[in-house]
């Protein structure tokens, strides 16, 4: 059984950080396609960053050079480092993981590539 737990969220000051973590169990993060995605609210689900299993990195435009996704092997953990928060990227946070093997057909960025979902956690940015 596949789990992902996210912490770190909470309330920060626009300009300020956070450091998401996403514990894995079941599947090891080093083998499979993760992703982070936040939903706002009345807003659609969108992918932050992805990670392959190669290391290869993709960040969506509003967050690049901001955060700054990484693995750790050992402890089965992916996290995201925020840095420079703006009130827009108040959102749930959700970390996924895709166990298909292959690519997925619908592109790493969509949201019905990935098999399993953390439960989210809160970030909220104040300006």
């Known amino acids: 059984q596949v789990q992902l737990v996210e ?3 909470g309330l920060v000051q626009a300009g ?3 450091r998401l973590s996403c514990a894995a169990s079941g599947r ?6 993760m992703g982070w995605f936040r939903q706002a609210p009345g807003k659609e689900r969108e992918c932050v960053v992805t990670i392959r299993s190669d290391g290869v990195t993709v960040y969506t435009d509003s967050v690049k050079g901001r955060f700054t ?3 750790d092997n050992a402890k089965n953990t992916v996290a995201l480092e925020m840095n420079s928060l ?3 990227d ?3 946070y959700y970390c996924a993981l895709r166990a298909a093997p292959g690519r997925a057909p619908g592109g790493s ?4 590539s990935y098999d399993y979902w953390g439960q989210g956690t809160q970030v ?3 300006s």
């Open 69 to 71: 996704i990484s693995r």
């Open 28 to 33: 090891a993060v080093s083998s499979n396609l």
């Open 16 to 18: 300020g950080s956070l």
């Open 109 to 112: 960025r969509w949201k019905g």
């Open 86 to 88: 703006k009130p827009e």
């Open 124 to 126: 909220t940015v104040s």
């Open 90 to 92: 108040t959102a749930v």
């Open 7 to 9: 912490s770190g969220g």
